[in-house]
């Protein structure tokens, strides 16, 4: 189980883009929902489901008797039209009405908007992944893929916590083999970052007594932001993230320094059943 959300080309400027081109923008991900020519500056930005991206302007005028191949996008009687047919446009005329195959010459063309639109992503991909998925073996996954599986999770509420002390709260016991994929921390207040005085937090998994370190993060060099979800740092294939029935998934906490308090922390673990 693979996945790349860096192949993820950035959005260029003047190119023509397709429906369902994603591209990524500013930091974010977007996926075209119209068909289009991009602007020759800037590209889409914000969350917005319907973001508008228009380098019509700069879209050529059909020509009779010319070669076009196919993708190539022209504009004919304040429309605009792509090539799905390559061969030489006619003498006159050019492509007009709404059909999906227009005849010219021995071109085809299809209508499209001239201004592409985009719809933010929250997620560059998405992997689905159910109780009826069906696995004998070992499931080995790679590049980022476990950031976006979208399975079985559980979330535990782990109260509020004094500056310092350790912290141990059990938050779910596996009933079938699986693999923690994912873990996400929130807290009701800010907790500020400090190289000195700090907490970390810890996903373990506890089979037959033993504990394994799923996951690592703290706040020496990244707080927490109230509301606001921090990865909790699983890697691909993490020794300690496969399941079997019967293991305790755990969260544990120690302080540095003066420490940190934590406040309404909460934590949600993803896992694959398999």
Not at 114 to 132: C, D, H, S, T
Not at 236 to 263: K, Q
């Amino acid at each position: 189980m693979n996945g790349d959300s860096t192949a993820i080309p950035a959005w260029a400027p003047d190119t023509i883009y397709k429906r369902n081109a994603l591209v990524t923008n500013g930091g974010n991900v977007y996926r075209a929902t119209a068909e289009g020519r991009s602007a020759g500056s800037g590209g889409p930005a914000g969350t917005a489901l319907s973001v508008t991206d228009d380098g019509s302007a700069s879209i050529a005028a059909w020509a009779v008797s010319t070669a076009y191949a196919v993708d190539n996008v022209v504009s004919h009687g304040g429309a605009f039209f792509i090539c799905v047919g390559a061969g030489i446009s006619a003498a006159a005329g050019g492509p007009a009405g709404t059909d999906n195959r227009i005849f010219d010459g021995t071109i085809i063309w299809r209508p499209i908007q001239g201004a592409v639109k985009w719809q933010y992503q929250l997620y560059p991909y998405a992997i689905m992944w159910g109780k009826n998925n069906k696995v004998r073996g070992t499931v080995t996954v790679q590049g980022d893929a476990q950031k976006y599986i979208f399975a079985e999770s559980i979330a535990a509420q782990l109260d509020d916590y004094a500056a310092t002390g350790t912290i141990n709260k059990s938050v779910f016991v596996a009933r079938r083999r699986g693999r923690i994929v994912r873990a996400s921390y929130q807290t009701t207040a800010d907790v500020a970052a400090d190289a000195v005085n700090y907490r970390n937090l810890i996903v373990r998994r506890f089979r037959g007594g033993i504990s394994t370190n799923v996951s690592t993060i703290d706040t020496t060099a990244v707080g927490l932001t109230a509301f606001v979800t921090r990865d909790g740092g699983v890697a691909s294939n993490s020794a300690g993230a496969d399941l079997e029935p019967g293991d305790v998934v755990i969260v544990n906490s120690n302080s540095a320094g003066a420490g940190r308090v934590l406040a309404g922390v909460a934590v949600t673990i993803d896992f694959m059943e398999f």
